[in-house]
C-alpha cells in the first residue's frame, strides 16, 4: 500500500498495489505502459525534490533510442535518470536501466514499490553491466525515497534540500 495526499482537497488516500508476487500467484504478466496516478504521484515527487535542489526536471524524457525515462533530472553537465517499478518484471527494469546507460546519463536510480521485485531485480542485475557502469546504478524501495534525493545532490557535491512531502517523520 501507498499513501498519498491525492483525494479530494489533498486528503490522505491509500492504494493498494499488486506486487509482482501477486502477479505471479495469479498467473499473470503485470501490465505494460507508463503507470497510472501512483507512479505519476511518485515522478512528482521526484522531480519537487530535484527541483529543490537546483535541478531542472522533465517527466517521461524521451531518450532517442527507443526508450523514455519517467524522471530526467540534469544540472549543469550531470544528468540523472529515474526510473519507478509499479509492477514490472526485472527484465523490463534493466532494459530501462541500460537504455539510460546507452544514454549517457552519470547515475541511474531505479525506485521501486515491490521489495521483492527490487530483490530480483538486484539479482538479475548483477552480470549485465561493467563495474564502471554498475556504479552508476542505484536501486531503492518507495520506502527510502528521500534516499534518493540525497543521492541525487550528492551526485553533484550539493547541498541536499528535502520538499516537505518527503521530510522523515
Known sequence: EIETRLGAAGRRTIFFVQTFTAFELLGKEPPPGRGGSIHRHIQHLIEEGAAANG???QCEYDLGNGGI???HL????HRVAVEIAIASRPSREIAHIKNAIVAGYDRVFDVFVDQRLLDRTQEAL???FSAENR???????MSK???LIFGIASAVGGRVNLPAALEPG
Open 55 to 57: 535541478f531542472a526536471a
Open 69 to 71: 525515462v519517467d524522471v
Open 74 to 77: 540534469e544540472k549543469g553537465d
Open 126 to 128: 548483477s552480470g549485465g
Open 135 to 141: 556504479e552508476k546504478i542505484q536501486l531503492l524501495h
Open 145 to 147: 525515497l528521500n534516499e
